[in-house]
């Protein structure tokens, strides 16, 4: 079969050059889509089908004819660009040349079957039926029933589904030669999204407090432990008359001063620290009044997408 097709590119060389010499009889000084169809052939004759596909390009989609797409197709496929090929060779199966061999267009069936067959196809479902769907960003055409039968090349290969008030899916596959695989894209409701979470932290205002709320816990703190000190020295000197009752008689008066002066000293210490307490008492409630209310700010920190509980809503 290859054979064949490629056998037909001689009779394609010699009609080229045939349609070339008569525009060029005609005066043309620009090169002509049959100009570019003798130099295509010539370089597919030579095997570079790579170098060949510029000029039979130009001359198929200049109006060179049935023949620009067959040798195009030729090219395309010697250079391993399957779908490219088969497109050509649909279009020249379309619209051959005047009286063309039936053994050549049975020639170009055969082989396109052959390069459908070495292509991947790719069947895709998406829901809903009516969203777009483009693969490598070329939009496809949908029957509205949502599923899709594409021929691709071989190779890696991004899929996008979209539609209006839905989350946008972005899908990449790679594909092997002649394999089938089916891809099922379900869009979600934008509205069933919430952005995405992984916990949810509530940030309270920070408390304030007046100066004089620091000053009454330092008072607070200094006459509760001068009270307590005072209060064992007192009790020490007690102790010490139980040992000692002559030493304590001889020195009663002065022993009896000190106990009243470390007692009066403990009142102090006390009225200090009931001082000192409810200055800080007052200035608590007074800064947690003179507060002004500012709402809680939830942070929410980046995990999987998920509905949002009722709980997180700001309240």
Do not use: K
Not at 184 to 208: D, I, K, S, Y
Not at 277 to 288: H, K, N, T
């Amino acid at each position: 079969m290859l054979c064949a097709l490629s056998a037909l590119l001689f009779a394609a060389d010699v009609r080229a050059q045939q349609a070339a010499s008569s525009a060029s009889a005609e005066g043309g000084a620009s090169v002509t889509p049959a100009e570019e169809l003798v130099r295509g052939a010539r370089l597919l004759e030579a095997m570079d089908a790579a170098a060949a596909i510029a000029p039979l390009e130009r001359a198929a989609h200049g109006g060179a004819g049935a023949l620009a797409w067959f040798n195009l197709g030729l090219a395309y496929r010697a250079v391993g660009r399957r779908l490219d090929a088969i497109a050509a060779w649909d279009r020249y199966l379309r619209e051959p040349e005047p009286a063309a061999p039936e053994a050549r267009l049975d020639a170009v069936r055969a082989e396109r079957a052959a390069l459908e067959a070495q292509c991947p196809r790719l069947s895709i479902t998406v829901t809903p039926p009516l969203a777009e769907l483009s693969v490598d960003e070329r939009p496809q055409r949908s029957d509205g029933t949502g599923t899709y039968s594409i021929l691709l090349d071989v190779g890696a290969h991004s899929i996008t589904a979209r539609a209006q008030g839905f989350v946008t899916q972005n899908q990449r596959v790679e594909l092997a030669t002649g394999e089938r695989r089916s891809v099922v894209l379900a869009l979600v409701a934008e509205q069933t999204v919430a952005p995405p979470l992984a916990r949810a932290v509530r940030e309270e205002p920070r408390p304030f407090a007046p100066w004089w709320t620091w000053v009454g816990a330092g008072v607070f703190a200094a006459g509760t432990s001068a009270a307590i000190a005072l209060a064992v020295d007192g009790g020490n000197a007690y102790d010490s008359c139980r040992r000692d009752p002559a030493w304590c008689a001889a020195n009663e008066s002065s022993i009896q001063s000190s106990l009243d002066a470390r007692s009066a000293g403990v009142a102090v210490g006390v009225s200090f620290a009931v001082a000192g307490l409810a200055a800080a008492v007052s200035g608590i409630i007074v800064g947690r009044l003179a507060q002004p209310a500012r709402p809680s700010v939830n942070r929410v920190s980046s995990a999987s997408a998920r509905p949002r509980p009722s709980w997180l809503e700001p309240r």
